[in-house]
């Protein structure tokens, strides 16, 4: 058996298989477990995300794993061996470190696969899945991450809207978690943009939609934000330290006139605005205020767009980096293999000492001179220790065996002239 690694993702299976086979995390200690039982693998860990769900093991039968999976899902085999890749050994080690290093993701770079690879080692813990092999495996991928994340810029630089928006945000505010957000929307955009300002510590959000339940809906999620209507989005807008605005509306909904008067309100404090929607949510002439900073989409596309080229240079650094962690990974994986030969060998040497030793102080007890027990001793101790090589040797060269004597040649440490 030997590690292996598979799975579909967004680059191999439609939106419409990859959610057939997503796993809820509820749902993965009994899959985990059932997978086990059905296949015969001996440890494994699935990962399921939005974009990807793939399973690491150790198996020597992947057709296993999908027959099962296929029976799970009630998905015919064709189906899913047309989206599926496989990797083993070394590729499969690469794989899951560029997986858990944002090298593989929709986004370059983006951190929270990382997460989500952690998550996936720790519902495999949970559900006694991982054993002492898979867990070697992950602790060096994690290993391997950090240095990724240490010696490159891979994650330096924001590559998405909602992500570049919230890092412009971050260097305008000194203090960031004491700011007060107010998102205009609740959809995909707002809401990668309201987890990208949780998660950079703002503890106060405001969301405001035509929508309440929407709204609400989303703040649910957040773990709690205030929602408000967004005919009632004057009332609220002088609370704003931070204004990110995403709607479908095809006019602004936040004019110059509104703008003025919840300064007015603030005492002049400034207000950050960032207006992410196409066509435009907030009217052009508010930038034309004093303490306003207003920013559009087209000034976060042309920040996003060096970041990318950025961010592929140091993805360029980042493989070199997992190439070296998998190819030590592996050469210690395979010292560790022989560790057992090793000791095997030395126990043998040692029970050939212990004997010629008993025979040596049986000789000394006989009245033999010392230097005739220790010429026995050595020469007993010599022949029993080249018995078996200088065999294998003569069988090697009578057979023309060449590989195999210049194999033990190396491990004699002996040199053979030509």
Known sequence: MGFIALGINHKTASVNLREKVAFLPESLAHALQSACASTGVSELAILSTCNRTEFYGWSDDKQAIIQWL?????????????????????????????????????????????????VAYQHAQQAGTIGQQLDRVFQQTFSAVKRVRTDTAIGANAVSIGFAAVQLARQIFTDFQQAKALLVGAGEMI???????????????????????????????LGG????????????????????SCTGSQLPIIGKGMVERALKKRRYQPIFMVDIAVPRDIEPEVNELDDVYLYTVDDLESTIEENRRARQQAAAEAETLIEQCAAQFVQEQRAQAAKGLVLAYRQQVEEVRQAEMVKAQQWLA????????????????????????????????????????????????IHLED
């Open 366 to 413: 006989q009245g033999l001179s010392p230097n005739d027990v220790l010429e026995r001793l050595t020469r007993n101790l010599a022949n029993k220790l080249m018995h078996t090589p200088c065999v294998q040797l003569k069988e090697a060269a009578a057979t023309n065996q060449h590989q195999k004597l210049a194999w033990s040649a190396d491990l004699l440490g």
């Open 225 to 244: 934000a205030e929602t408000v209507l967004l005919s009632d989005l004057a009332e609220v807008l002088h609370h704003a330290d931070i204004v990110i």
């Open 70 to 118: 296929s029976q799970q899902r009630q998905l015919s085999l064709s189906e899913l061996q047309s989206s599926i890749y496989f990797y083993e050994e070394k590729e499969a080690l690469r794989h899951l470190m560029r997986v858990a290093s944002g090298l593989d993701s929709m986004v370059l770079g983006e951190p929270q696969i990382f997460g989500q690879v952690k």
């Open 191 to 221: 809401g990668l943009v309201a987890k990208h300002l949780k998660e950079q510590g703002v503890q106060h959000i405001t969301i405001a939609n035509r929508s309440l339940e929407r709204a609400e809906a989303l703040a649910a999620e």
